[in-house]
């Protein structure tokens, strides 16, 4: 196995340095693996001790960018090393990059070097022992766990480790993604829900005001003009209470006792009669019985939303609210004469109707509207959730 041509890690070149210095400096002084009087060695002399040397030195290099080739390359050293007198520098550096090929290298070549590693040192343990039958043969497989098992046992203990920090990094990246979606999510949702709550509050009381003072710097007459004025002091006044009632409950640490903005079907004969007072004939065919909190918000909504829209846009005619309640659905039906070929008295932006089908949409309910022969019709079908209903 060929050695890839990467840059070696700064790292690991001090650690070769070291391992290289290391060794010659034995070296130098004449400390061996083996006696000098043994016979044990094939190559005989000082000079053979170096080039294994060398060539781990050069393995340590490639520990980390290389991990299986410099195993390879460093176990034909070390068994080099063993036909020589020796160096106690090349046995410490072999175990370096056996314990860096478990670490560094894939995870099934890692598994590969571990057994390896175990059925050596059980091999050098049994066979010289049951050759050889003395208890000193056993001191065999004593080395050989130390110079292959423990250090590919470390290994594979801090492998373990490494993985288990990133897989909990990675998962604490992720949660705090989703706490992050979560939360944009929510501030999402709470701006829709706040202007869909301004749009309904506020829009009625000023489209009022917008057709009232029209009527009164068009028409010179005291009376229409001073008709007028009182609807858009009326108006004006409804739209301010309404507007701090909302800012109170939107703010932290409001008073318990303002009262909530969640106004339920109770109010629609209010409405009902605001619009008329605003000048539309409004008919009312409400048979609904109790129904949940939500659905409740939703269809007042919806209605108050509708007859702000007729009054804006419909022509002279009668404008018809309609609630139909049919087993697990409440029907809302609110419709209007189409306006005239001189177009709407107050110009529209079209968010009410996002508001109303937004409304319907959360409740997983339907809306539609638009012109049906000479009436502008709106229909919102708001599900009721099982058991919400008393």
Not at 11 to 35: E, H, P, Y
Not at 36 to 42: H, K, N, P, V
Not at 197 to 221: G, K, Q, R, Y
Not at 253 to 264: I, L, S
């Amino acid at each position: 196995m060929a050695l890839r041509l990467v840059r070696p890690h700064p790292f690991d070149r001090w650690i070769a340095l070291c391992g290289l210095l290391g060794g010659l400096a034995l070296w130098g002084v004449g400390l061996t693996n083996q006696s000098r009087d043994a016979a044990t060695s094939l190559f005989d002399g000082r000079w053979p001790i170096l080039l294994p040397l060398a060539v781990m030195a050069c393995c340590e290099l490639f520990r980390r960018s290389s991990p299986r080739a410099a195993l390879l390359v460093g176990t034909l050293a070390l068994a080099g090393d063993t036909l020589t007198q020796g160096n106690l520098a090349t046995v410490v550096m072999y175990t370096d990059v056996m314990y860096a090929s478990v670490v560094y290298g894939p995870a099934a070549s890692a598994r590969r070097v571990l057994g390896a590693a175990v059925l050596v040192t059980a091999l050098a343990t049994l066979v010289p022992f049951a050759v050889w039958r003395v208890p000193e043969a056993l001191l065999i497989g004593v080395v050989v766990g130390i110079v292959a098992f423990a250090p590919a046992a470390t290994g594979w203990i801090v492998r373990n480790h490494r993985d288990a920090a990133e897989a909990a990094l990675l998962r604490a990246e992720q949660t705090a993604l989703l706490a992050e979606m979560d939360r944009t999510q929510a501030v999402t949702a709470e701006r829709a829900r706040v202007a869909r709550e301004l749009h309904d509050l506020v829009a009625n009381h000023l489209s009022a005001i917008a057709i009232h003072s029209t009527a009164a710097l068009s028409l010179d007459d005291p009376a229409v003009t001073r008709d007028a004025l009182a609807v858009i002091r009326e108006n004006s006044v409804d739209g301010l209470a309404e507007m701090r009632r909302l800012i109170g409950i939107l703010r932290d640490g409001a008073d318990d006792d303002e009262p909530a903005a969640a106004p339920t079907l109770k109010g629609l004969g209010t409405l009902i009669d605001g619009a008329r007072a605003n000048g539309l004939d409004v008919t009312v065919d409400a048979s609904h019985g109790s129904l949940p909190a939500p659905v409740e918000l939703a269809a007042y909504r919806i209605v108050q939303e509708s007859l702000t829209n007729a009054l804006k846009h419909s022509g002279p005619g009668q404008v018809t609210v309609a609630l139909t309640r049919r087993e697990r659905c409440l029907t809302v039906t609110v419709s209007s004469p189409l306006g005239g070929p001189d177009g709407p008295r107050v110009p529209g932006s079209g968010a009410g109707l996002v508001g109303m089908r937004e409304r319907a949409a959360l409740l997983g309910g339907t809306f539609s509207a638009g012109a049906d022969g000479d009436r502008w019709t709106v229909r919102a079908e708001l599900p009721l959730t099982e058991g919400d209903a008393v």
